[in-house]
């Protein structure tokens, strides 16, 4: 099954920190001579925490706005789209450094980019081809509309 040029991206925008588990320690008595303790955990999020989450979360959506299609190898995206690909991994790269200055050493959360965009060849393109095709033998609505939208243009 051949595919028009295509670009993947891979990985993500990662948040470190900024949350911390904490155990809380109740009792309960069913019984006037019987205590028993419950222990349940609760998450605390920074503020910084949840800063970062909006950062990370606004770049994974403009992706997804992106992309023909995600795969377990990546998103996606045909090669026409290549300006934008770059001007996203290009803010993101901005975006994650200027969080990171912003909230200094004492942050509790920090920001890494872990984006980065390839063209699909070799063995990745194999891979993805196959697996767009079992999609297809399954009826995949999804991987069906992704073949139709990754076919090879036909020459006019």
């Known amino acids: 099954m051949p595919l028009r040029p295509t670009i993947v991206i891979t990985g993500s925008i990662r948040v470190e920190g ?17 205590v028993r303790q419950a222990v349940t955990q609760t998450r605390e999020v920074t503020t910084d925490r949840r800063d970062a989450n909006v950062v990370s979360t606004g770049y994974m959506r403009r992706v997804r706005l992106l992309r023909v299609v995600n795969t377990p190898f990546g998103a996606l995206i045909d090669a026409e789209k290549l300006k934008d690909v770059k001007e996203l991994i290009a803010s993101a ?21 872990g984006m980065l965009w390839e063209p699909l060849r070799g063995n990745r393109l194999l891979a993805v081809e196959s697996w767009l095709s079992r999609g297809v033998a399954k009826k995949d609505p999804e991987a069906v509309q992704a073949v139709k939208a990754l076919a090879p243009l036909s020459p006019s």
Do not use: I, M, P
Request: aromatic share 2%; glycine share 6%; charged share 40%.
């Open 18 to 34: 900024g949350d911390k588990r904490v155990a809380k320690q109740r009792e309960e008595s069913r019984d006037a001579d019987v």
């Open 93 to 113: 790269d901005k975006a994650v450094a200027d969080f990171n200055k912003q909230r200094g050493v004492n942050a509790t959360a920090q920001l890494t980019n």
